[in-house]
């Protein structure tokens, strides 16, 4: 299909002839659809974005999913295949422990009877995001699905969480497999790629009118996400909604973003939300029995049938999967089965998602917070009256606090039953604090302010284990700083280029070469000395950069092999590497340097030559140092740069980025909200299309877009105006 929309206002549209895909959508179904398109315009501006209007919210969220089936189908669909467990089916065996561990925890006949049950307005919306997907199936025949022909309403529920993957990624795929293959007991159970994300994660800041030199609030939004992850859009209806930000790919809410009259933007969350629990477990008959309080109890079981692609053919894999009161049963351990627990209630986690973006200011907004399923995320907030909050978390499930809730509980006690969710009320939580700041960047909730932040003695360990990062101590350093804020000033603080983290790191390498220089070969001296004249700042030009980010990696692997399994926070992971003794030291920087000779003729590189931005042409990430790429100055988060860019090697010369920033928006809410944006790459992952990779250079260099969103602005500046179904 052609994506290059023409630079024209006035469109002279011819409905397309309509492939109802041989008698996979009805006739009735096809004119219903049609009929509620016919209701919606589509705007895109001269960067791809789409403001779309709709008459009622049901419109807007159509006209949404329309909008990102044209942007991302593939992506939509992919999302929707991961959540319900049928990737085997299109990738093969590879993700037959994804599929099984999304089977345990979802259960699509509970979806189907939710959206039965689900009030009007939310079953017009679930109506209204997958009649956009099917409708844009429909009268894009040439646009052929992996495996999903027909959205249905419920499959939205299955999807609940916006964030990457949600809670489901702290089960182990590896305990899942020893598990249901009565394979070698290994004892896992958390999953290893959620012990290691304390440093990854996003940035959210607000600034109160009494730190602007407006007078009005300023905002920060900072996801730091897989590359493309979400869109940029625009969603309006006659109905309250007018919400502007970033949407996961699939979902019919915008995850972060801002209204005219408030902002929200999330942060992965430490606290603790996510229970493990050890059965004893007996067999009796046919099935098994678990024990609650003495008393046995049967095992519920489901089974569970997996398509997986085989040479070509799809076979079949089935289990049985196990389920206690607590959920589903994930692996063993010391002869014991481990069920968790964590956040379940989908219908009210996307009401909740929902509404957020029709809140009309601070109370509107905290009562959509009172619903209680944000299982994942901090929320940073501000707002047109000046208000600036946060939230440290959200669904908080209440525990017996003499019960030692690290790691798996005793499951045959009823005293390790969740109690209900703690209220609102009992959570840490900001307003307005006399700092006149707040940021938050994964990082430990007492610290997201100057004074006055909140007491930790105050609240459970269970809510807020989050430890310190080198983000978040970069951010408090700005704001402490800062007397008063501009939009420009804020995105200057946001694109700082100091990388704290190394203030430890680079002092153990000197000091390791100080130590031992007389045994050393004086090849050591120049790259030692370039590093200790380094100000710990990132640059496309700075060649110390790359010395100290490649032997940082080298040091960082080897503190992995030598603690495998230790789950290391940020700030303890950088003591570790700078820990290392003084000849593992030297023979990191050794190696790096051998390294940089070897690909690039000498170790005296600049970052931007070995740090490059390319836009991968598919879902998987493959590079090539032959394609054209463009040199990135932006840093790592996990040593502290506030602009994330987290780049490695793919089997190439060069590194690439893969995930850091993502959406970015800087917004200021006075009597009217203005704001700037940014998206990695480009709104169309389509290749070839002049909006997929638009955007990269405002995104290396902080060059931010004004965005539209008063609709005489839209208008003013529209490329291209449609209704879904008509083209051009």
Known sequence: MNRHYKFSFFILAVFFSINVHSGVFTDQEVALWKKQASSITIYRDAYGVPHIYGKTDADAVFGLLFAQCEDGFE?????????????????????????????????????????????????????????????????????????????????????????????????????????????????????????????????????SPSRSQSGNALFYINPHTTFYFRGEFHVVSQEGLNAYGAATWGQLFLYQGFNATCGWMHTSSQADVVDFYSERVEKSGDGYVYFQDGKSVPVETKEIKIGVLTNGSIGQRTFTGYRTIHGPVITEKNGDWISVAMMDFPLEAITQSFLRTKATGYESYRKTM???????????????????????????????????????????????????????????????????????????????????????????????????????????????????????????????????????????????????????????????????????????????????????????????????????????????????????????????????????????????????????????????????????????????????????????????????????AVVEFGKKVTAKSILVGGQDCLPGSRHFTDQASGYINAAFKDVLFYKPDVIRNAVVRYTPGMRQ
Not at 106 to 135: C, H, T, V, W
Not at 182 to 193: A, N, R, V
């Open 370 to 664: 009172d619903i209680r399923t944000n299982s994942s995320n901090n929320t940073v907030y501000a707002d047109n009256k000046g208000n600036i909050a946060y939230w440290h978390g959200n669904f908080m499930p209440r525990r017996d606090p003499a019960v030692n809730w690290k790691g798996e509980v005793d499951g045959s006690t009823s005293k390790t039953l969740w109690k209900g969710l703690h209220e609102q009320s009992e959570m840490i939580h900001l307003l307005n604090p006399s700092e006149g700041w707040i940021q938050n960047c994964n990082s430990n909730p007492f610290t997201a302010t100057g004074k006055g932040g909140p007491d930790s003695l105050a609240f459970p360990y269970y809510m807020a284990p989050d430890t310190e990062n080198f983000r978040g101590i970069h951010a408090r350093r700005l704001f402490s700083g800062e007397d008063k804020f501009t939009a420009a000033t804020l995105l200057k603080n946001a694109f700082d280029p100091l990388m704290p983290g190394f203030e430890k790191i680079i002092p153990a390498i000197v000091s390791a070469y100080e130590n031992n220089k007389k045994i050393l070969s004086s090849e050591f001296s120049g790259p030692v000395e370039l590093l200790k004249s380094w100000d710990f700042k990132t640059s496309v030009d700075s060649k110390a950069t790359t010395l100290a980010m490649v032997t940082g990696r080298k040091m960082q692997l080897l503190v992995s092999q030598k603690t495998k399994g230790q789950g290391l926070d940020n700030i303890a992971m950088v003591n570790a590497m700078s820990g290392l003794s003084e000849m593992e030291i030297i023979r990191c920087l050794k190696d790096s340097m051998d390294e940089l000779v070897s690909k690039f003729g000498s170790w005296q590189i600049s970052w931007g030559t070995l740090n490059r931005f390319q836009r991968p042409e598919g879902l998987d990430n493959v590079f090539n140092d032959m394609k054209e790429s463009l040199p990135v100055g932006l840093g790592s988060g996990f040593y502290g740069a506030l602009a994330t860019f987290e780049s490695r090697p793919f089997g190439t010369d060069k590194w690439y980025g893969v995930s850091g920033n993502s959406f970015v």
């Open 75 to 207: 992506r939509v669909e992919m999302n929707y295949i991961t959540a319900l467990g049928r990737q085997s089916e299109v990738k093969g065996e590879a993700y037959l422990w994804q599929d099984l561990r999304a089977r345990l925890v979802n259960d699509e006949q509970r979806a189907r009877k939710l959206y039965q049950s689900a009030n009007p307005e939310m079953k017009k919306l679930l109506d209204a995001f997958a009649g956009g997907i099917n409708y844009f199936l429909i009268t894009h025949p040439e646009v052929k699905p992996k495996l999903l022909n027909r959205f249905e309403p419920w499959m939205h529920l299955m999807f609940a969480e916006g964030s990457i993957g949600g809670d489901i990624t702290s089960i182990s795929l590896q305990g899942i497999e020893q598990f249901y293959t009565g394979g070698q007991k290994t004892g896992y159970f958390i999953s290893e790629d959620h012990e290691s994300k304390m440093s990854d994660g996003s940035n959210g800041f607000a600034i």
